[in-house]
């Protein structure tokens, strides 16, 4: 086990609704990435936080959010859901912000159905 | 853009023989390359970092090398095992000269042993 938790572990929205899903870091774990997997691909970056701020953006539109919170929690929150956002969204901490010893940690991811 | 690219084919062998997953990229100079392990319905978890300056690296039965000039990586496992059967993806970091962990996936292959 990592010690990276997600919540909720599934979901089912419906177009036009909003979502906020969760991710529980390892103690002194400074920096969260959230990504989107898709089925049948790899991990999609959408972005990183690091000490509460936004540090780096993929290609993801802005009505994709997240926070990060002193307590080693963050939350990924999407506006406006359309059916293609339905995916597995992981997040992943680490304890640097860069290295060749920055490894990540994944979660176990919420998977969101959108109809 | 930067592009990676991993056999989309699944991989099928025999319990005992040595798999061998491919992974290119394009239009890319990063210091570092992963790799990564993921079971269906769970997040990636990292298994091994190599840096531009090594040929090679080992870590029990899994082997990994990296050549910058075929800008290629090539993941070994020795001995395969049912229980190795799972997705592995390859992953570079956004920002080529760091590790920041903002990472850009491959679509991953998925390797079947067979007992």
């Known amino acids: 086990e990592t010690g990276v938790t997600q919540s909720p572990t599934h979901l089912i929205k419906t177009r036009g609704q909003q979502v906020t899903l969760r991710c529980s870091s390892q103690?002194?774990?400074?920096?969260v990435s959230w990504y989107q997997q898709a089925l049948g691909q790899g991990p999609q970056f959408i972005f990183q936080y690091y000490r509460e701020e936004e540090n780096g953006r993929g290609n993801f539109p802005p009505r994709f959010s997240g926070l990060q919170f002193p307590n080693y929690s963050s939350e990924l929150n999407v506006n406006a859901l359309e059916l293609d956002d339905s995916a597995l969204y992981l997040c992943?901490?680490?304890?640097?912000?860069?290295?060749?010893?920055?490894?990540?940690?994944f979660g176990p991811g919420t998977r969101l159905t959108v109809l | 853009s930067q592009k990676i690219e991993q056999n989309s084919e699944a991989l099928n062998i025999q319990e005992g023989k040595t798999a061998t997953l491919t992974c290119n990229y394009t239009n890319y100079s990063p210091a570092y390359l992963q790799w990564y392990r993921q079971d269906p319905g769970r997040g990636p978890v990292f298994l091994l970092l190599i840096r531009e300056n090594e040929k090679e690296k080992r870590k029990e039965r899994l082997k990994v090398t990296f050549d910058t000039t075929l800008k290629q990586s090539l993941f070994h496992i020795t001995a395969s095992q049912p229980a190795d059967s799972a997705t592995y993806l390859c992953?570079?970091?956004?920002?080529?000269?760091?590790?920041?962990?903002?990472?850009?996936f491959g679509q991953g292959t998925t390797l079947q042993v067979k007992p």
């Open positions: 103690s002194g774990h400074n920096t």
């Open positions: 992943a901490s680490s304890r640097l912000a860069g290295g060749p010893d920055n490894e990540q940690f």
């Open positions: 992953a570079l970091d956004k920002f080529g000269s760091s590790n920041t962990g903002k990472l850009i």
